[in-house]
């Protein structure tokens, strides 16, 4: 069967959308163009849609409509219509009109509803796709279907017309249409993706209120989205949320956790995460085992990761590049330069061929024990051999140059790597500067960070931090604090690089300034920036401020870890604020945030504080029955509560359950 073919107007394309997607009233005015034949009346804001032209047409009602008919199913002319040739015309129409013409012939539902969901998956144009589906429920009445909906709503996401996702959301509804698990994870993902997480979490609670089962990747995708966006307490809480409706993780999923809980400084919760797995017959891999070690290694608990590799070998895991890479890392942390070396040349036995990681690695292991001959003979091995070197490899050498003092040698380095086509970038410079701090240079040091600051390149806070340590090393204090003083109106690094100096440099005042400055211009994308504000109060029991940075921080849609909510219960008791505190801990709980036993010791405290005893007993008594607390630290805890309220028989009835409890362990 022929289409009609249609030539597109230069125009853009404009389509008018349903009652149930508008938000900006339009009238129609005669004697005007397509696109200029709409006037902009009033604009109102909800929630279901956003920025969309309202129809000249009566607004949709179902009573005014005929009642949605079927068709029999061999009746269908699916087959004599080519649906290349359809969608190429369809792509020529320019307005609804010529696309409702266009589509006039199959208005008696002479295509089946199977035809024209495909036919709107394949339209990529979301105006078009929308004025189709309008077509399909208000000229041709077919009954409404789920999946064109879901593939409508599909089309406008990739567009990311969000407010219009919201209205197509409603429409469904009204239209008495089920969202399905398909149209919440199409929402959820296409949302978390734009990082717009509010709103993903928000669909999440609608599916999860509608019964609707989520899949494991669905849950997958938001965990993935968390961490991306370091918010692991949130993390935390959708990995709770899969685990309660009843879905086993994946590898895949067991391993972001891993990695999360790791983030989250919640080491004994990664760790146990690895027993849970083989309880649940899902086995431990390698990435499983080397992101346990990157996790310890990050956090210097470096004898607990070798207790990793000593029991990947006993299960006999196979080691790769990565694990290999870390070993020999860990090894130099622990003064075990030999078994590093041996690791190292062993490598390629195991069929794992070094890379310049390894080279790298190995060279820094080479220079913290002081073989500044093996460093060197490794370093110009790599050049023989032509293997690669980066800006890692010379950054390395200058730091082992600059322990020998070895100032010109380790600034021939420099010309060397830019000679080769290496930039130097901000360690290479506060290397270099902290090697001439030491040797004396300092006109050398100070003269280098000013011609960096006046040529543009980025000043991160540790080649700041690295030259007023400098200055004060040189008794040059007053400099010093002038370079602090600066980062109060920073021209040349970020807002958030600048208060992170301050913080650090203990500076509370100006980093308070420069952290509200930046809050309130909307700078404030890292969630470590927070979390270093709060630490710089709590050290400095500047309480109030700390909970003013933590309101702003939830506030920003950002979880708080572990250490963060121990700070923030710790202030609120100081302020004494204890139902404030009460609030933060259940909610926080309520939400899914796995918690340190420091935390739940912690509101354990405030409760004894106020003398609130039944929740003392309440809460201890839900931590007792909790297999990952540590129970003799809980029961010294509670007991220490009640002997400071002179409650001598409760204290002695926790320490007789202890003492029993340790004699049936035994």
Same mark, same amino acid.
């Given at each position: 069967m022929s289409t009609l073919m249609l030539t597109p107007s230069p125009s853009n394309y404009c389509f008018p959308f349903s009652q149930h997607r508008i938000t900006i009233l339009l009238h129609y005015t005669k004697h005007k163009t397509l696109r200029t034949n709409f006037i902009l009346v009033s604009l109102s804001a909800s929630s279901s849609s956003k920025d969309v032209w309202r129809k000249t047409t009566p607004p949709f009602s179902p009573s005014r409509h005929q009642p949605y008919r079927r068709k029999h199913q061999s009746s269908y002319?699916?087959?004599?219509?080519d649906m290349d040739n359809l969608l190429y015309s369809?792509?020529?129409?320019?307005?609804?009109?010529?696309?409702?013409?266009?589509?006039?012939?199959?208005?008696?539902?002479?295509?089946?509803?199977?035809?024209?969901?495909?036919?709107?998956?394949?339209?990529?144009?979301?105006?078009?796709?929308?004025?189709?589906?309008?077509?399909?429920?208000?000229?041709?009445?077919?009954?409404?279907?789920?999946?064109?909906?879901? +593939?409508?709503?599909?089309?406008?996401?990739?567009?990311?017309?969000w407010g219009l996702a919201y209205g197509l959301f409603d429409e469904m509804r009204q239209r008495a249409l089920s969202p399905d698990r398909y149209t919440y994870s199409t929402l959820i993902t296409y949302f978390g993706k734009e990082g717009l997480f509010d709103d993903a979490l928000s669909w999440l609670q609608k599916m999860e209120k509608d019964h609707v089962s989520g899949d494991?990747?669905?849950?997958?995708?938001?965990?993935?989205?968390?961490?991306?966006?370091?918010?692991?307490?949130k993390a935390i809480s959708i990995f709770s949320r899969l685990k309660s409706s009843g879905i086993t993780p994946d590898l895949v999923a067991y391993n972001s956790m891993i990695n999360v809980f790791g983030k989250a400084k919640l080491f004994r919760e990664a760790r146990l995460l690895v027993k849970e797995m083989r309880g649940v017959g899902v086995l431990p891999d390698t990435v499983s085992y080397s992101t346990l070690l990157t996790m310890y290694v990050e956090n210097q608990k470096f004898l607990e990761a070798l207790s990793v590799f000593s029991e990947m070998n006993e299960v006999k895991c196979l080691l790769d590049l990565t694990t290999c890479n870390i070993m020999i890392d860990v090894y130099g942390q622990l003064d075990m330069a030999k078994e590093a070396d041996r690791l190292f040349w062993s490598m390629r036995k195991m069929g794992i061929e070094p890379n310049v990681v390894s080279y790298n690695t190995l060279l820094r292991v080479y220079g913290e024990a002081e073989l500044f001959g093996e460093a060197i003979h490794l370093f110009r091995l790599m050049q023989r051999k032509s293997i690669?070197?980066?800006?890692?490899?010379?950054n390395t050498m200058i730091k082992i140059y600059g322990k020998t003092l070895e100032h010109e040698k380790a600034n021939n380095l420099i010309q060397e790597m830019q000679n080769i086509g290496i930039e130097p970038n901000a360690i290479t410079y506060s290397t270099i500067i902290s090697i001439w701090g030491k040797v004396g240079k300092l006109d050398r040091a100070a003269m280098l960070f000013q011609k960096l600051r006046?040529?543009?390149?980025?000043?991160?806070?540790?080649?700041?931090?690295?030259?007023?340590?400098?200055?004060?090393?040189?008794?040059?204090?007053?400099?010093?604090?002038?370079?602090?003083?600066?980062?109060?109106?920073?021209?040349?690094?970020?807002r958030e690089t600048?208060?992170?100096?301050?913080?650090?440099?203990?500076?509370?005042?100006?980093?308070?300034?420069?952290?509200?400055q930046a809050f309130d211009a909307g700078e404030l994308k890292d969630i470590a920036v927070f979390e270093c504000m709060i630490e710089l109060y709590s050290s400095n029991r500047k309480y109030a401020n700390l909970i003013e940075v933590f309101e702003k921080m939830r506030g920003a849609g950002y979880f708080p870890n572990s250490n963060v909510i121990a700070l923030v219960l710790n202030a609120y008791g100081k302020l004494q604020e204890f139902e404030k505190a009460d609030m933060v801990y259940k909610e926080m709980h309520e939400e899914g945030c796995v918690f340190s036993d420091e935390v739940h010791?912690?509101?354990?405290?405030?409760?004894?504080?106020?003398?609130?005893?039944?929740? +003392?007993?309440?809460?201890?008594?839900?931590?007792?029955?909790?297999?990952?607390?540590?129970?003799?630290?809980l029961h010294l805890v509670v007991a220490g509560i009640y002997e400071k309220a002179n409650r001598v028989n409760d204290a002695s009835r926790i320490v007789n359950r202890m003492t029993y409890r340790g004699s049936m362990g035994s």
């Open positions: 002319l699916d087959h004599s219509v369809i792509g020529q129409t320019t307005n609804e009109h010529q696309l409702f013409a266009l589509m006039s012939p199959y208005k008696d539902r002479t295509l089946s509803m199977r035809f024209m969901v495909t036919l709107l998956s394949r339209e990529s144009d979301w105006q078009r796709s929308l004025a189709l589906l309008d077509w399909i429920n208000e000229v041709a009445l077919y009954t409404p279907s789920v999946f064109a909906y879901n +593939v409508a709503l599909r089309n406008v996401l990739r567009a990311k017309q494991l990747v669905l849950y997958s995708n938001l965990i993935e989205l968390s961490r991306k966006l370091c918010d692991y307490s690669e070197q980066n800006v890692v490899t010379y006046s040529s543009g390149v980025e000043i991160d806070q540790v080649l700041y931090q690295t030259m007023i340590v400098a200055y004060e090393r040189a008794g040059l204090v007053a400099h010093a604090k002038r370079l602090l003083h600066e980062l109060k109106r920073p021209d040349n690094i970020p600048a208060i992170t100096i301050l913080a650090r440099s203990g500076r509370i005042e100006e980093a308070t300034w420069v952290f509200r010791f912690q509101m354990l405290s405030l409760y004894g504080a106020r003398r609130n005893y039944a929740m +003392v007993e309440t809460l201890y008594e839900m931590l007792y029955s909790d297999p990952n607390v540590n129970k003799k630290e």
